[in-house]
């Protein structure tokens, strides 16, 4: 009796000997899957009028964190399918209209996020009072820590641009065992910058966001202070949240403060 094949035994399926007409369905079925699915350049048209910003760089660097799993051709080329198009779209409303970092897009979406959901609901609100979403957690730790070289490998910036931020003091690391590390906020303020930087931005421009940053977080300071210093734990809670909604607040107003300003520039 001879010997059942192993699964190392089989031939791979692109060496099975189809029929004719086995072979003509398969060949049917793989151009029905190619004319569904769309190169990134047609994606990058397809979203152009959405998110004029687009980019074939972007949409990669988006692939580069794990957020998109495009399907490759034998020859490299990326093919998206729809439901690649739509998770892209989620990604780039989530960026656009809720300031949400990566990390925290990134579990969005493994929640089961998609375009047409809505934004998941922030902390409960006072009676009276509408919640806002933070992008992050001011109650959270720090995170992960990044290497310098974990950085720029992720964010693709110049290391002379990140040397040129702590200069300016817009990121600043952390020390241990003689090498410098960055937590995950100041991960996204390079890969931020670094965008800027495509457009002559540099680390010395940045003193304006710096400066609007620390007036803006004394000034929560001061409205939630005593709370903040309360010995109740309950109090200190409530005032934590508190601030990560103003701060959610002010994000907003400054978002639309500068869409009301640009828009007197290109009437």
Not at 77 to 97: E, F, K, N, S, W
Not at 144 to 173: M, Q
Not at 206 to 227: C, K
Request: with cysteine; proline share 6%; net charge positive.
């Amino acid at each position: 009796m001879a010997a059942q094949a192993t699964p190392a035994d089989a031939p791979p399926p692109a060496q099975l000997d189809l029929g004719p007409a086995d072979q003509e369905l398969a060949d049917a079925a793989e151009l029905a899957k190619r004319k569904k699915s769309l190169t990134i350049g047609a994606v990058c048209k397809a979203l152009a009028q959405e998110f004029p910003d687009v980019s074939i760089s972007k949409i990669r660097y988006l692939e580069d964190q794990k957020l998109l799993t495009p399907r490759r051709t034998p020859g490299g080329y990326r093919l998206y399918t729809q439901g690649d198009v739509a998770r892209l779209r989620t990604i780039l409303r989530m960026q656009r209209d809720e300031f949400l970092p990566l990390r925290v897009i990134r579990q969005e979406l493994a929640a089961g996020r998609s375009g047409d959901a809505p934004p998941a609901p922030g902390r409960p609100a006072r009676e009276g009072m509408r919640t806002w979403r933070a992008s992050m957690s001011v109650g959270q730790g720090a995170g992960a820590l990044y290497s310098l070289d974990d950085v720029l490998e992720e964010t693709k910036a110049d290391a002379g641009l990140v040397r040129e931020l702590e200069e300016y003091g817009v990121v600043k690391g952390e020390m241990r065992g003689g090498v410098r590390y960055f937590d995950e906020t100041e991960r996204e303020i390079v890969a931020a910058v670094a965008e800027l930087a495509r457009y002559g931005v540099g680390g010395r421009n940045l003193r304006v966001f710096r400066s609007s940053a620390d007036r803006e977080a004394n000034l929560l300071q001061q409205i939630l202070a005593p709370a903040l210093r309360s010995r109740n734990p309950q109090r200190r809670k409530e005032a934590v949240e508190a601030l990560e909604n103003l701060a959610a607040v002010a994000t907003h107003l400054k978002h639309l403060l500068l869409i009301r300003d640009l828009r007197k520039i290109v009437r």
